[in-house]
């Protein structure tokens, strides 16, 4: 798995949203990203995760960033997770991981004792001109906008 790392320029990558609305790195340049990956929409941690970028929102916007959710799953269940929670931000249904893997963070996983292939939950901070400036490994999900504004 190559991830992106700081200092690393991130590849322009297209996608569409829950929306169907096509999304692409190019629509926010100058302005600071968070693109955060998630292994599946409507799962426990990635809800948590999900609603605690949604309820801070605000203080997000307030520190100069934009927010992009990026898992595998498909426009319709993207759409029904953001309608359920009322997310304020878009997210990406990378049913092909092109974004995913642009960002390398699909690899060998382990839960319970079993190995297999998954998205890791990694947020990447984006500055204006298109670099990561911080990635974050150990997402925390109850506190995961208190980490970004850090």
């Not at 941690?45 to 609603?51: L, P």
């Not at 974004?99 to 998954?118: C, H, L, Q, S, T």
């Amino acid at each position: 798995m190559k991830t992106l790392k700081e200092g690393d320029k991130v590849p322009n990558f297209t996608a569409a949203d829950q929306d169907g609305n096509t999304i692409s790195l190019s629509d926010y340049s100058g302005k600071k990203l968070v693109v955060f990956f998630y292994p599946a929409a409507n799962t426990p941690t990635c809800t948590v995760e999900a609603c605690n970028l949604g309820e801070n929102y605000e203080a997000l916007q307030k520190a100069g960033y934009e927010i992009l959710g990026v898992s595998a799953d498909t426009q319709r269940k993207q759409k029904n997770f953001s309608e359920k929670f009322g997310f304020p931000y878009p997210l990406l249904a990378d049913v092909n991981k092109e974004v995913i893997n642009a960002f390398g963070v699909w690899g060998p996983k382990k839960f319970m004792g079993r190995e297999y292939d998954g998205i890791h939950r990694i947020t990447f901070l984006i500055n204006e001109n298109g670099v990561v400036d911080r990635v974050i490994n150990k997402v925390k999900s109850k506190e995961h906008a208190a980490q970004i504004l850090a």
